[in-house]
């Protein structure tokens, strides 16, 4: 049923294929995954990152183009980009190891970061997450663009920042350089349906829809909010066929 309370009827195909290096063309998988019926979680359902979207949804105005993974290399590095193109669409994060902050002739400085090889190109590793702790006024707070994410504070006092993890994933383009930054969370994964941006499309729940509409969607209800890829890697077109995909740095 739809936001006027017309009834219509969606059809879902899925198709499962394999890339294989050095052929420019996908092949049919032997295994066909089914369709995911449900949101398939990491942790804790809502606390974790999502693996898999559920398949199943009304319509959506335009291509997800999701990556799950790991960013790998072939040796040990301290960081390394990884890039998705599908279509018109482009996108680079960067990939740094564990860092901390650490106070040093009174300013704030990160610790060299350290080596890895693999690293999972989750939200959790990206800027955002919850600040828990409070001082005296009580004052607590959470990222809204991803809330399990980490280096999110309200407050940049010593006893909170110092030793505090940063994200391993950052836009090249917005890198953090102060505690108090803020930037784009970085991912190339699910976004949760309750984060911003993708909750802005949901509508508008007052009382005004609950008395007068519910159970239906409020009129302001966007189909841009079915959308459920990075904002980066969301296309305002569907793909017809044939569009060019290119993934660097990466493996699953």
Known sequence: MDKYGSD?????????????????????????????HSDRFSGEPGESSIVYE???????PGTDVVLVGHAVSSKSVVEHDVTVRAGTLAYAIRVFGDRTWYKALGEWQMSDPRPFTSMPLVYER???????????????????????GTGFALRSDSAHIDGMGL????DPGCLIAAPTDCPPPAGVGFIGRHWLPRATYAGTY?????????????????????NSAHPRLVSDRHFRGGEKVNVTGSTR
């Open 8 to 36: 219509y009827c969606t059809v879902v195909s899925k198709g499962t294929f394999e890339l294989s290096r050095g052929r420019e063309e996908a092949s049919l998988a032997a295994e066909q995954l089914p369709l995911c």
């Open 54 to 60: 559920a398949d199943r949804c009304p319509a959506k």
């Open 126 to 148: 990206a800027f955002g997450g919850t600040d828990t702790s409070s001082d005296d006024s009580g004052e607590h707070g959470w990222e809204q663009r991803n809330p399990i």
């Open 167 to 170: 994200p391993n994933l950052e």
């Open 206 to 226: 007052d009382d005004a829809w609950g008395s007068e509409r519910c159970p239906l969607l409020p009129l302001d209800f966007d189909d841009r909010y079915f």
